[in-house]
């Protein structure tokens, strides 16, 4: 089955940009999704189909997917945008969804 | 404004069953695909099941795969999750998603999420 590979954290001064990679073998093929995951609460999509944003999402955040990786980018990072975030992608081979590991991103 | 609400998590015991509902109201509801997704204490999320707009099949994680049941009641705009031979490791947060497709997956997404219930499997 497809495999979505993570790093397990990431770390941005505030005010910088975070850069949040999500590899799979010919990703670039497939539509990638981002998802943000903090205690307590409800998932929330971040960005859809590689680089587009739902509203409500600042423009801050951007994706983008080359090759075998996708990247989430977070700029202006901030605070509040500590949490886990999670990249997605339908297998079709499998007629599954799959999720990466997730990468905790820590402003500092 | 779109609502999903997971009922039903609890206490289970290994190799017991639990049913959980995930009642959803605010769009039409057989206009989209469904699925449920868990995460573990201290694990990233593992998608479950989902379910078509329409209903009919079901497909599964293989971690699942035999042992629970999804299916949806699209008059009461509500899903369900029937789990059995329940094992420790199925102790999780079980969110329901709404899918942005009825009956494809190829280009859709998990536009809204539930807030998730508890089960936990222990002895």
Known sequence: SYVLTQPSSVSVAPGQTAAIPCGGH??????????????????VLVIYNDNDRPSGIPERFSGSNSGNTATLAISRGEAGDEADYYCQVWDSSS???VFGGGTKLTVL | ??????????????GGS??????????NFNSHAVSWVRQAPGKGLEWVS?????????????????????????????????MASL?????AIYYCAK?????????????NW???????VSS
């Open chain 2, 114 to 120: 539930g807030q998730g219930t508890l089960v936990t």
């Open chain 1, 95 to 97: 007629d599954q969804w």
């Open chain 2, 50 to 82: 989902g379910i078509r707009g329409s209903g009919g099949s079901a497909y599964y994680a293989d971690s699942v795969k035999g042992r629970f049941t999804m299916s949806r009641d699209n008059s009461k705009n509500t899903l369900y999750l029937q």
């Open chain 2, 99 to 111: 899918e942005y497709y009825a009956e494809s997956s190829e280009g859709s997404f998990f536009q």
């Open chain 1, 26 to 43: 010919n990703i670039d093929r497939k539509s990638v999704h981002w998802y943000q995951l903090r205690p307590g609460r409800a998932p």
């Open chain 2, 87 to 91: 094992r420790a490791e199925d102790t």
């Open chain 2, 1 to 14: 404004e779109v609502q999903l609400l997971e009922s039903g998590g609890g206490l289970a015991q290994p």
């Open chain 2, 18 to 27: 639990l049913r959980l509902s995930c009642a959803a109201s605010g769009f």
